[in-house]
């Protein structure tokens, strides 16, 4: 019905519209390219006679010499992009200091670099409005650039500014669709079960303040496998543009396993999926109306904070138990000493802690010289005495090396080493003369932590499904538990990482998480 009736009108009013709406789009970006063109010029001007700039721009740390002028450029002007460049066109400082030392279009062939030029530039993808100003030094020779843009503004803006001006054609249309629209009201009526259009807008208002009011996410999907109804709460948790509405669940940003739960056309028992950082809990059930199928509703609840929780819990389980080993072999060792000193074998006492001393700094230098972090150093100490315990013999390859790490990430990596440890040793547990290896490599922007053990393995067809949060190998009543590769994966997630398993003689897991270098 909708469509009949904007049909009406459209026809009468579409010409029009669309030659009012041009001029005023067209009129008012001729504007914006004269107001702001003329202000970020005068913007660059200033920023490229400032003697500081002229100064450092040639400077070995230019970059950050020059952030504060930038920045206050950037401040003043409203600009989205304020950057200094050389005279080859290389950022030496930016507003964005992740385009430094990327190359810029300085649109030299429009206008020599010597002189001062505004037009439009090309920047990251965007179309901006743009000023370019060179940096002289005393004998007049270009040393770079001052360049300072504005984004366009959106179509949208300029259209909301011409509409005093349609909101006049739209009243003609409307009057000429008048008798169109008497047509169509008992057609209408008889299609909406004879609701008014204020009830039938009434029961609209309440069912989207019931949708947007409930703390969990809800998200509907129609038979034809798109979205039809979707609260707030759940566009933030999955990460959903805010007109998601209508759009096919298969071409969403999802992850695979994800998007498979929404387009489940039964109904479902409470499970457990990763979207981005967030650990969600999900619950679907079918719906219908008059006996006629309509689609799923799915709730979804964050369960992250919970899952954080759980991996400190559990981080601190793997410290008691290790304490427990350290504290067990510490007492067999001081009975042996005491045993030794009732026997008056005092040499022999000497030489037992001798090599205790000795086997036990052979351990630490070896950790200590390749693990520059003290946390994840204690833990692979720590994790050494305990797997001894268990006739495990736990290895750090001689190519590993890792730097100091800032606590959050650093947390990170014992989240990471501890599981993967711990299932190491369960899984060779009972197995004579096995070593499990530990291996970091560190290219300055990512670390790479493997471990691997001569077990059983990883069946193909499990390696994926092994960090499924629930999901676990072991016998009852270990099972169940299926925590550690979960929150592994997790924190991988949030890392912007990876975690896989492949069988090589045994398992190896394998987590990469971006890194940055920090001064010990």
């Known amino acids: 019905m909708s469509g009949q009736f904007l049909l009406l009108q459209l026809g009468v009013i579409t010409a029009v519209l669309l030659a009012v709406t041009m001029v005023s789009v067209t009129q008012s970006r001729a504007e914006f390219v004269d107001v702001r063109g003329q202000r970020m010029l005068a913007i660059a001007e200033n920023l490229a ?14 970059s950050i010499m020059l952030a504060p002028d930038v920045d206050k450029s950037r401040a003043l002007s409203g600009a989205s992009v304020v950057a200094v460049t050389n005279a080859k066109g290389v950022v030496i400082a930016s507003s964005d200091p992740q385009t430094v030392g990327d190359t810029l279009d300085l649109a030299a062939d429009r206008a020599p670099l010597g002189r001062s030029w505004t037009g439009d530039l090309t920047l990251g993808g965007r179309q901006t409005i743009s000023a370019r100003v060179p940096v002289l030094q005393a004998d007049g020779t270009v040393s770079g650039v001052a360049l300072v843009a504005e984004d366009y503004p959106p179509y949208g803006s300029a259209l909301a500014a011409a509409v005093p001006d349609l909101m ?19 057609l209408i009526r008889r299609r909406t079960r004879g609701l008014e259009p204020d009830e039938i807008a009434e ?17 509907g999907v129609g038979l034809d496998g798109k979205i039809t109804l979707l609260n707030q ?6 990460g959903l543009p805010p007109d998601a509405a209508g759009t096919p669940v298969s071409e969403l940003p999802l992850d695979a396993h994800l998007r498979n739960l929404l387009l489940e056309t039964t109904n479902g028992e409470e499970t457990t999926a990763v979207s981005g950082s967030r650990l969600l809990v999900l619950n679907r059930r079918t719906v219908g109306s008059h006996g006629r199928p309509m689609g799923t ?4 609840r964050d369960r992250t904070e919970l899952a954080e929780l759980e991996s400190r819990l559990a981080a601190n389980q793997s410290i008691t138990e290790t304490l427990r080993a350290q504290t067990h072999e510490f007492l067999n060792q001081l009975h042996t000493v005491s045993g030794l000193v009732q026997l008056g074998e005092f040499r022999e006492v000497r030489t037992f802690i001798g090599t205790l001393t000795r086997r036990r700094a052979e351990i630490n230098d070896e950790i200590a010289q390749r693990i520059k972090d003290p946390s994840v150093a204690a833990l692979l100490v720590a994790k050494t005495s305990l797997a001894a315990e268990s006739g495990i013999v736990l290895r750090l390859s001689s190519e590993s090396h890792l730097g100091p790490l800032e606590p959050s990430l650093a947390a990170d990596v014992i989240t990471v080493l501890g599981n993967f440890i711990d299932n ?5 547990a009972g197995l004579n003369d096995v070593t499990v290896l530990v291996d970091f ?13 001569p077990g059983p393995g990883v069946p193909e067809d499990l390696e994926q499904r092994v960090f499924t949060r629930g999901f676990s ?8 538990r299926g925590v550690g590769l979960a929150l592994v994966r997790l924190v991988c997630s949030k890392r912007q990482g990876s975690v896989t398993v492949h069988n090589d003689a045994g398992a190896v897991f394998e987590a990469t998480l971006p890194y940055t270098a920090v001064s010990p």
């Open 49 to 62: 006679s400032t003697p500081l700039v002229r100064d450092d721009i040639t400077a070995s740390q230019a």
């Open 168 to 186: 006049f054609f739209l009243g003609m249309g409307a009057a000429l669709g008048l008798a169109g629209s008497w047509l169509l009201s008992r």
């Open 203 to 219: 029961l609209a208002d309440n069912r989207e303040a019931l949708l947007y009011s409930i703390r969990e996410g809800v998200i």
């Open 233 to 238: 709460t759940a566009t933030d948790l999955l």
């Open 297 to 300: 509703v799915t709730t979804l």
């Open 424 to 428: 190491a040793v369960d899984a060779i």
């Open 441 to 453: 490599s560190d290219n300055d922007s990512m670390i790479t932590i493997r471990v691997s053990d």
């Open 473 to 480: 190998t072991k016998p009852a009543p270990a099972a169940g």
